[in-house]
């Protein structure tokens, strides 16, 4: 059984969504739309998110050309009765990776309250 840490409270989040027009990751304004906190079937009820002071904005982007990057602090998740939990990766190539946890696939209102407290983070 693995054990799992919960993220604090006082930390940021960073998570990706799609630069890709036709994907509609972000709205007009510049702001996430609910489709970067939606799950889909092969997260497995596991949002991936990176935590901010463990990573940098470039490496948790990744492809800058592909995706934009939005960051929530995670007291705003564990207010809406979620919970974030520290995952690093395996193979050692991501010690920030951390997955929110809580949401039900079919929820369609939880990414929208998500989207409406992250906010985009522009690279230097």
Known sequence: MEKLLLVNA?????RRGY????????NPDGTATSRV????P?????????VKSLTSTHQAIQDPKKYFLFEIHNAKVISLGLATFHDPLPDGSNEAHAFISGMQQDDEITPGLLAKNSRRVYLN
């Open 10 to 14: 006082e930390e940021w989040l960073f």
């Open 19 to 26: 630069s890709t027009p036709e994907k509609k990751y972000m």
């Open 37 to 40: 906190f939606k799950l889909r």
């Open 42 to 50: 092969k997260d497995n009820g596991r949002l991936s998110v990176d």
